[in-house]
């Protein structure tokens, strides 16, 4: 696993680890890592395996147990035993199943627009095979990445500074590398389907800060689905409410005019409402 680890110049005692979501990087977190460290937090990113910096295995059993057993063996090399632990979209099912896993090791949860707040298959969603994912995945490149997100993440807008983890995210792609990084994507794809958080949301023990930009409406695998089935699909003014009632110690901020990216998409309004909540 490759990682970032960020030390202020002035340490308030407080680690955060940052998780990433599935189409972006540990370094898309640039600027909420720089805000808090500025504030005094360490700071802890991990690429995990099959993005970014990492290994992506040609043979690895997926799933959001084994991502959050390798973040807590990551920490423990780095003597950190009972930090922040904070997820965006994908990464944010992977916070909730490493505080579900490590309650006692966990300060405190936060999750920014995680995926995974409904069973997408108990929808009417089809299963799509890991072999399906891989030809889709075959055919990456920055412009479908980009106008996925701007129709999914960002409410059809579209400005200089969504582009830099677009260039990341499909870069991966390119050259010789680019049937690895579709295959590995595949696996996680099918990760991300299958294993729902949904259900075990009422079992987490940590207090919890719910970050949601309600013009959000990601949802895996909504292109496999019948039309009749995709508006119902990534409701997020609907999702944090329903996940707020159900998780015992959390605080829900919503963002009413941001999407799935808040953190990149108003870093200012971002920050002051994370540093609101863990504070």
Same mark, same amino acid.
């Given at each position: ?8 110049? +002035? ?46 295995? *040609? ?48 300060? !405190?949860?936060?999750?920014?627009? =995680?995926?995974?707040? !409904? ?6 969603? =089809? ?60 696996? %996680? ?11 075990? $949301?009422?079992? $987490? ?8 930009? $309600? ?12 039309? *009749?089935?995709?508006?119902? $699909? ?17 605080? #829900? ?10 953190? %990149?998409?108003? =870093? +200012? ?5 994370? #540093?609101?909540?863990?504070?």
């Amino acid at each position: 696993m490759a990682y970032m680890d960020i030390r202020p110049e +002035s340490a308030n005692g407080t680690t955060i680890v940052l998780l990433h979501g599935k189409n972006f990087c540990a370094a898309t977190w640039e600027g909420t890592a720089k805000f808090l460290v500025n504030h005094g937090y360490r700071v802890i990113a991990p690429d995990q395996i099959g993005f970014c910096k990492s290994t992506k295995p *040609e043979k690895y059993q997926y799933t959001f147990q084994q991502l959050a057993f390798n973040t807590k063996s990551l920490l423990d090399h780095l003597d950190i035993h009972h930090p922040i632990i904070m997820g965006h979209s994908t990464g944010g099912m992977l916070a909730i199943r490493y505080a579900l896993m490590y309650p006692a090791q966990v300060k !405190e949860l936060v999750v920014v627009n =995680p995926v995974g707040l !409904e069973d997408w298959k108990s929808k009417g969603v =089809p299963y799509p095979t890991v072999d399906q994912w891989y030809q889709r995945e075959l055919g990456t490149s920055a412009d479908r990445v980009r106008n996925y997100e701007k129709s999914t993440y960002y409410a059809g807008q579209w400005r200089d500074e969504f582009e830099k983890p677009v260039q990341m995210y499909a870069g991966m792609y390119q050259g010789s590398g680019r049937d690895i990084v579709a295959w590995n994507s595949a696996l %996680i794809y099918d990760m991300i389907f299958t294993q729902p958080v949904f259900y075990e $949301l009422e079992q $987490l023990k940590v207090p919890t800060l719910l970050l949601i930009g $309600l013009k959000d409406t990601t949802a895996i695998a909504k292109d496999f689905a019948p039309p *009749e089935i995709r508006p119902q $699909l990534g409701i997020y003014q609907k999702l944090g409410k329903d996940a707020a009632k159900r998780i015992p110690q959390a605080t #829900l901020i919503e963002f009413d005019d941001l999407g799935h990216a808040p953190q %990149i998409q108003d =870093p +200012s309004i971002f920050n002051a409402a994370l #540093l609101r909540g863990i504070q």
